[in-house]
């Protein structure tokens, strides 16, 4: 088999005709007589958008399927849609989005996609069982996707200019489900799953809790990121969810949350200060302190382990695994009062847990009660007071207590 070779195509003789020429994806593309500055100039010009384009002809006329444009698309976002170095959870919503599309309409033409089938897609997505906004941001995905192919000349602007006419689905007029709101969490509801948390979980807790961050900012906490030369600390995440718009965050610390912060700042400034792998250990040490059996006999440590495991403990918590303790900690905290099974149990594990945005929703609205809004919306690092108010819940008290005295 021929050696495949990512150079870049090069500008050659056509013996035959005597013009020069050059092969992308394939094709050949006469440049006119070979050796003249016009035929370089349009060698480069034609090999720059290739290139530009992921190596594949980026021409309007060529007849490309809908399967075609999302598969070119997601190589492009996979590029794209990067933070320190890793895909963002963007690039699989993209792809679950494209599902829809794919199963559909995949080996239709993409000039011939249009609004009808756009919508048709929509209805398949609630019959999935997808809430309204969900429904809509997958929308806007497929959209940007024949957006970006309009602007890679891969299809006409007329098929991006029909499906903008479809809007998106609108509260209570379509059979979509709506969402069901983020709330706060109860202190009192904090406090009875703590217990069943490890150490270094519940002091994530803690600390977002009392400062109002993201989990993912609690996650990558390093100590060299933290400020502790005034009396309020002030911690400046290596990478945050609004970076990408030129936005500075700082996040301030007080001293409740500087006691729980302190003892994991007693390491390398470049580690992270929650980390799996010393909870594990931590865990295995503490086991092994209470072990029964002699060393003599059964398993010593470190022999039972898996030579490959599938998972392993890793550097930090990902918001995904700092989720996942929080709910298993909350069936802990929280048990059925009769033995349920099935779906019945999967029902009220989800009516008991609670997710690591809701301490955010906890602290904008205590810091929005005590404060007003506009210190929630500083301290929550908002740009606009209207995205505090999703977060922080309006003090109903003051309503009733101006209701007494005027009305």
Same mark, same amino acid.
């Given at each position: 088999?021929?050696?495949?070779?990512?150079?870049?195509?090069?500008?050659?003789?056509?013996?035959?005709?005597? =013009?020069?020429?050059?092969?992308?994806?394939?094709?050949?593309?006469?440049?006119?007589?070979?050796?003249?500055?016009?035929?370089?100039?349009?060698?480069?010009?034609?090999?720059?958008?290739?290139?530009?384009?992921?190596?594949?002809?980026?021409?309007?006329?060529? #007849?490309?399927?809908?399967?075609?444009?999302?598969?070119? +698309?997601?190589?492009?976002?996979?590029?794209? +849609?990067?933070?320190?170095?890793?895909?963002?959870?963007?690039?699989?919503?993209?792809?679950?989005?494209?599902?829809?599309?794919?199963?559909?309409?995949?080996?239709?033409?993409?000039?011939?996609?249009?609004?009808?089938?756009?919508?048709?897609?929509?209805?398949?997505?609630?019959?999935?069982?997808?809430?309204?906004?969900?429904?809509?941001?997958?929308? @806007?995905?497929?959209?940007?996707?024949?957006?970006? @192919?309009?602007?890679?000349?891969?299809?006409?602007?007329?098929?991006?200019? &029909?499906?903008? @006419?479809?809007?998106?689905?609108?509260?209570?007029?379509?059979?979509?489900?709506? #969402?069901?709101?983020?709330?706060?969490? #109860?202190?009192?509801?904090?406090?009875?799953?703590?217990?069943?948390?490890? $150490? &270094?979980?519940?002091?994530?807790?803690?600390?977002?809790?009392?400062?109002?961050?993201? $989990?993912?900012?609690? !996650? /990558?906490?390093?100590?060299?990121?933290?400020?502790?030369?005034?009396?309020?600390?002030?911690?400046? $995440?290596?990478?945050?969810?609004?970076?990408?718009?030129?936005?500075?965050?700082?996040?301030?610390?007080?001293?409740?949350?500087?006691?729980?912060?302190?003892? +994991?700042?007693?390491?390398?400034?470049?580690?992270?200060?929650?980390?799996?792998?010393?909870?594990?250990?931590?865990?295995?040490?503490?086991?092994? @302190?209470?072990?029964?059996?002699?060393?003599? !006999?059964?398993?010593?440590?470190?022999?039972?382990?898996?030579?490959?495991?599938?998972?392993?403990?890793?550097? !930090?918590?990902?918001?995904?695994?700092?989720?996942?303790?929080?709910?298993?900690?909350?069936?802990? &905290?929280?048990?059925?009062?009769?033995?349920?099974?099935?779906?019945?149990?999967? =029902?009220?594990?989800?009516?008991?847990?609670?997710?690591? /945005?809701?301490?955010?929703?906890?602290?904008?609205?205590?810091?929005?009660?005590?404060?007003?809004?506009? &210190?929630?919306?500083?301290?929550?690092?908002?740009?606009?007071?209207?995205?505090?108010?999703?977060?922080?819940?309006?003090?109903?008290?003051?309503?009733?207590?101006?209701?007494?005295?005027?009305?």
């Amino acid at each position: 088999m021929p050696r495949l070779s990512n150079s870049t195509p090069k500008y050659r003789k056509h013996r035959a005709s005597g =013009q020069a020429v050059v092969t992308l994806s394939g094709k050949d593309f006469y440049l006119g007589p070979h050796g003249t500055k016009a035929s370089h100039r349009e060698f480069d010009r034609l090999v720059a958008e290739w290139l530009q384009n992921g190596r594949t002809i980026a021409q309007a006329e060529v #007849s490309l399927t809908v399967v075609e444009v999302l598969a070119a +698309y997601k190589r492009f976002a996979k590029t794209y +849609y990067r933070k320190n170095g890793k895909e963002t959870r963007e690039v699989g919503l993209i792809s679950e989005a494209g599902k829809f599309v794919h199963d559909l309409y995949g080996r239709t033409p993409a000039a011939e996609f249009g609004p009808l089938a756009l919508q048709v897609v929509q209805t398949k997505m609630i019959e999935a069982g997808f809430c309204r906004k969900t429904i809509n941001d997958h929308s @806007a995905r497929i959209k940007r996707a024949f957006k970006w @192919a309009v602007a890679q000349q891969l299809i006409p602007p007329t098929t991006l200019q &029909a499906l903008e @006419a479809v809007p998106g689905l609108r509260k209570n007029r379509s059979a979509a489900r709506e #969402s069901e709101p983020v709330l706060p969490v #109860s202190d009192a509801t904090v406090d009875a799953t703590l217990p069943h948390l490890s $150490p &270094a979980v519940a002091d994530m807790v803690r600390f977002q809790r009392l400062t109002g961050c993201r $989990p993912g900012e609690v !996650c /990558n906490l390093r100590p060299g990121d933290v400020d502790t030369s005034g009396d309020v600390w002030a911690y400046r $995440p290596g990478s945050h969810k609004t970076e990408h718009h030129q936005r500075d965050r700082v996040i301030f610390i007080g001293p409740k949350a500087q006691d729980v912060l302190r003892p +994991y700042l007693l390491r390398p400034a470049d580690s992270f200060c929650f980390s799996p792998q010393e909870s594990e250990h931590k865990r295995h040490r503490e086991r092994h @302190a209470e072990r029964k059996t002699p060393l003599s !006999c059964g398993n010593r440590p470190g022999t039972n382990k898996k030579r490959n495991p599938r998972r392993s403990a890793g550097q !930090c918590y990902t918001n995904d695994s700092y989720r996942r303790a929080i709910h298993r900690a909350c069936d802990l &905290a929280f048990p059925p009062e009769i033995e349920l099974e099935g779906d019945a149990l999967k =029902q009220w594990q989800a009516a008991q847990r609670w997710s690591p /945005n809701q301490l955010r929703h906890s602290a904008a609205t205590e810091i929005r009660k005590r404060f007003g809004l506009e &210190a929630a919306q500083v301290t929550l690092g908002h740009a606009n007071a209207n995205i505090t108010q999703v977060y922080a819940e309006r003090d109903m008290e003051k309503a009733a207590e101006v209701m007494r005295v005027v009305g």
